[in-house]
């Protein structure tokens, strides 16, 4: 039986989609039954009172959240975000509501007994709802009060090898794709990059400093599993400089119906013959590919849309000469609006050899100058739109080239200076005056 | 010039109470502009020695951090915490 009458909830569980709030039913049942003889350590009817104060923040067009505070574990200034209900007496079970973020594992590679043991975790000492996962990849534990967090802090990091992820001004839990631990495509070891620089920024993800969030994602390939060119505030995608390896008797195999386009992706259903001409040379978005018995690729012109490598995979693969692309500057639309990344790096080795220091110094020079530089609360993409492309370009300490630039005469105001030029020059100002009026 | 730590701290403590009427809570770079000399990375290592030492805590909305002295302002305990 219900705590609270939540007509507005259960009108949602109407619809064609599984429903949270069948979810959080689900939950409170199982937690009102205790078939487990579990000794809950917050209040047990907590996902009751999250449905009740839901409806009357449904009634009342109006949230009864209050958010922020200083809650977190010793000596972390992220990974824990307070919440509490403006509704305490009503709703006793959600008083004090405290959000946990814990990083995903690499490139979300679970085991079964992990996420038994997270689950276990949660349903002893929080509400026993998750968020798998939140927008940054981070495991979200949702509800649970105060005393319980440094219990969690320790269960977590002592019985199960984890660590708390990032919130508020901080680097955010990085998150990769599976990169070459599963996909042929991957330009480099994305979860290996990724590992590294978690653990050399520890400070950064626990202790913040920045004027707000930070963001980095790991994609191995152009496809872009985690998005990293949308979400991240600086982007690692794999990409290769040398040129698209054809083999040409698989090419002629996939024309004769010998290999499954897609590697058989949609052979659910009988789309016809395949037509190299109208699925792949056609659909290249630069044209540089043609097919007249022997497929050719002008490498000049290809713009990494995977296209026809996806399509034909055992016929084409990535080139030999691999490397990633650094984009800059993506966020989600708080203010002024989405905004995809800005290429700032268009090709960068990723070398383990030398801990990739090159990536490394590029990072903390782009971080020394936002954090002089930008306003609170405001991501790094604001600051590059408000201060200039270039002058990320001059902080970051990366060559100007002509790829930055997003599209011809979007900007045609390029301001040299003499020791950008070869050969600088010398000019006299009141000469110039002698000849141009103000 | 490297940085006294005792006495940057003892900066840091004296800026947040004299602020305190009005402030209790403090950006990141409120502390910076303090030391205008020193690399934003030093500072943040006072702050952090200041929360070891339990003098000051962070305080996040979830979205953003900042920084305050331990006891100032709006505590856990006014939530109806026990």
């Not at chain 1, 290769?240 to 949609?266: C, L, R, S, T």
Request: hydrophobic content about 35%.
């Amino acid at each position: 039986m219900a705590k609270h009458k939540t007509p507005m909830l259960d009108q949602l569980e109407s619809g064609p989609w599984p429903s949270f709030v069948s979810d959080i039913k689900q939950e409170a049942d199982s937690r009102a039954k205790n078939e487990k003889g579990l000794d809950y350590q917050i209040p047990v009817d907590c996902p009751d009172d999250l449905l009740g104060v839901l409806e009357m923040s449904y009634e009342d067009g109006e949230t009864h959240w209050k958010h922020g505070g200083i809650v977190g574990v010793f000596g972390y200034g992220g990974g824990v975000i307070g919440r509490y209900c403006d509704q305490p007496e009503k709703f006793p079970g959600v008083a004090h509501f405290h959000t946990v973020r814990v990083a995903q594992p690499n490139g979300k590679w679970y085991n079964s007994q992990l996420l038994r043991s997270l689950c276990d975790i949660w349903e002893l000492r929080g509400s026993g709802l998750t968020n798998m996962h939140g927008a940054t990849g981070d495991i979200v534990f949702l509800g649970t009060t105060t005393p319980q967090l440094e219990e969690i802090f320790w269960e977590l990091t002592h019985d199960l090898d984890i660590d708390l992820g990032g919130s508020g001004s901080n680097l955010r839990t990085p998150a990769t794709c599976l990169g070459q631990s599963r996909c042929e495509y991957a330009c480099y070891d994305t979860q290996e990059l990724c590992y590294n620089l978690t653990q050399e920024y520890q400070d950064e993800l626990h202790r913040p400093a920045f004027p707000y969030k930070f963001k980095f994602k790991f994609d191995g390939c152009p496809n872009g599993c985690v998005a990293a060119i949308a979400r991240s505030d600086l982007s690692f995608i794999g990409t290769w400089k040398d040129e698209i390896k054809i083999d040409q008797e698989a090419v002629a195999a996939y024309v004769g119906g010998e290999i499954a386009p897609n590697a058989g992706a949609h052979a659910d259903r009988d789309w016809g013959a395949f037509d190299i001409q109208k699925e792949v040379v056609d659909l290249c978005p630069s044209k540089c590919i043609s097919y007249d018995g022997k497929l050719t690729i002008d490498n000049k012109e290809c713009v990494r849309c995977m296209h026809c490598i996806n399509t034909m995979p055992q016929a084409l693969r990535v080139g030999d000469e691999r490397g990633c692309t650094i984009l800059c500057g993506a966020k989600a639309p708080i203010l002024d609006g989405p905004q995809m990344g800005s290429l700032l790096v268009p090709f960068m080795e990723v070398n383990k050899d030398d801990d990739y220091q090159e990536i490394k110094d590029l990072i903390e020079n782009i971080w020394d100058w936002w954090m002089e530089e930008g306003k609170n609360r405001e991501r790094i993409g604001e600051t590059m739109k408000r201060l200039g492309m270039s002058a990320l370009i001059d902080a970051a300490g990366v060559p100007v080239d002509a790829r930055q630039v997003q599209e011809p005469r979007h900007n045609p105001y390029i301001f040299w200076k003499a020791e950008d030029v070869k050969g600088g020059w010398d000019r006299d100002i009141n000469e110039f005056r002698t000849r141009h009026q103000r | 010039m490297a940085l006294d730590n005792e006495a940057a701290k003892a900066e840091i403590i004296k800026f947040c109470e004299e602020k305190s009427k009005s402030k209790s809570k403090f950006y990141f770079n409120d502390f910076t502009k303090l030391f205008p000399d020193e690399k934003a990375r030093a500072v943040k290592k006072l702050l952090t020695e200041l929360v070891q030492e339990e003098k000051m805590v962070f305080w996040s909305s979830g979205s953003t951090t900042m920084y305050g002295l331990a006891g100032a302002g709006k505590q856990a305990a006014s939530e109806g915490e026990a």
